[in-house]
């Protein structure tokens, strides 16, 4: 499935239950979108959590990271100026690989190349990019 198939796939899922509910806080849906281009992260259902308002930091940086590993997938925690959401993410991935994509949504895979610092995830783009060749593998 190309990449334009697979987001027009996710933004129909929105009606049907793959990415469910309708409130995002503003930066999620953008991210999600990137998400769903990696065929390595194997997304098959997003599952949000009421929106927050939190005090404190109110930082106009949007940020995602990995809160901890569930059965069948992740908790994510997404953040910008006073709103804080709670995001479900299935998936069979490993984590690493989870935060490899994340990372290269939000863009800090790009920054850190740019400055020539270790990736944050600790994956290197041959790494991940040797997981499409073992899916690749075992399809045939």
């Known amino acids: 499935m190309s990449g334009a198939t697979k987001l027009r796939h996710v933004i129909s899922t929105l009606r049907t239950g793959k990415v469910t509910g309708s409130s995002y806080i503003q930066g999620v849906m953008p991210v999600l979108q990137q998400l769903i ?12 959590a009421r929106a927050h308002p939190v005090s404190g930091s109110h930082s106009k940086r949007f940020r995602m990271r990995i809160l901890g590993e569930e059965p069948n997938g992740y908790r994510v925690i997404a953040k910008r100026e006073s709103k804080i959401q709670e995001l479900f993410l299935v998936t069979p991935v490993d984590q690493k690989v989870l935060q490899y994509c994340l990372d290269e949504a939000m863009g800090l895979n790009h920054i850190a190349r740019l400055q020539g610092f270790e990736l944050p995830s600790g994956m290197t783009d041959e790494e991940f990019a040797s997981l499409d060749d073992t899916n690749a593998a075992s399809k045939e």
């Open 37 to 48: 281009r990696f065929d390595q992260l194997k997304l098959s259902k997003v599952i949000p």
